[in-house]
């Protein structure tokens, strides 16, 4: 039972301390340190009103797995991206991911950028013959274009995105885990925007999540995922 463990995260997440924590349930801070510790578990009312608080599941916070603290990955954070141009490539297949990144990143040696800024997301336009008979999936990519870079003969729309509030997390080993790390990494960002009473932002004029993946200076392969928030 992963109970203690899991209440410490989701109280730390909200920046929340022990006595802050005791105040909103109603019982001394002790009584917090015990249910952090295993040594104790909360009645079913005060267990359905953790819940509550922290907008999770009974089943998840006490069986769940909700340690997003390991060296993977980094802090959560929020961000203001600057605006930004970019044309882009979607693809249905098994294998969208490598399809749609191979596709733009032909672009950028087409337009000969020597470093690209390439990023990708998933997109829902599947059907479900197309998902459950040939398990296929849906990915776009796109190549963000620099300031005066156009997209010369490529057949593709320049779009333009504006500034935008996003949170984010840094997968900082991307090595032989991409999925169970990436869906963590995810999990991670919804459950603090949950928990924080964010809420993630749908508008046609952004792109509402998207994946960078890059290598840092030390040559490992990591990854940003961003999530626009409201």
């Avoid at 022990?18 to 909360?42: C, N, Y």
């Avoid at 999770?56 to 997003?68: K, P, T, Y």
Wanted: with cysteine; proline share 3%; glycine share 6%.
């Amino acid at each position: 039972m992963n109970f203690g463990k899991n209440l410490q995260i989701l109280r730390k997440m909200t920046n929340m301390t022990q006595e802050e924590l005791a105040g909103r349930m109603h019982v001394s801070r002790q009584t917090i340190s015990k249910w952090e510790l295993g040594a104790i578990l909360p009645e079913v009312e005060k267990l359905v009103e953790l819940c509550e608080l922290f907008n999770c599941s009974v089943d998840g916070l006490l069986r769940g797995n909700m340690d997003f603290s390991s060296e993977a990955y980094s802090e959560i954070r929020q961000v203001t991206v600057a605006p930004f141009r970019y044309i882009s490539y979607a693809v249905i297949s098994r294998e969208p991911e490598e399809d749609a990144l191979a596709h733009v990143k032909g672009w950028a040696k087409h337009l000969e950028i020597e470093n690209p800024y390439i990023i990708g997301w998933d997109f829902p336009q599947v059907s479900q013959e197309q998902r459950n008979v040939f398990r296929m999936r849906g990915y776009g990519a796109a190549l963000i274009l620099a300031d005066g870079q156009d997209a010369g003969d490529i057949e593709a729309e320049v779009i333009s995105q504006s500034r935008q509030e996003y949170i984010t997390i840094t997968i900082k080993e991307m090595s032989g885990g991409e999925f169970e790390v990436i869906p963590n990494a995810y999990q991670a960002l919804s459950m603090y925007m949950a928990i924080n009473g964010m809420e993630e932002k749908h508008d046609s004029t952004i792109l509402s999540c998207y994946e960078h993946e890059y290598l840092d200076c030390d040559g490992v392969k990591c990854m940003d995922i961003y999530i626009a928030i409201n």
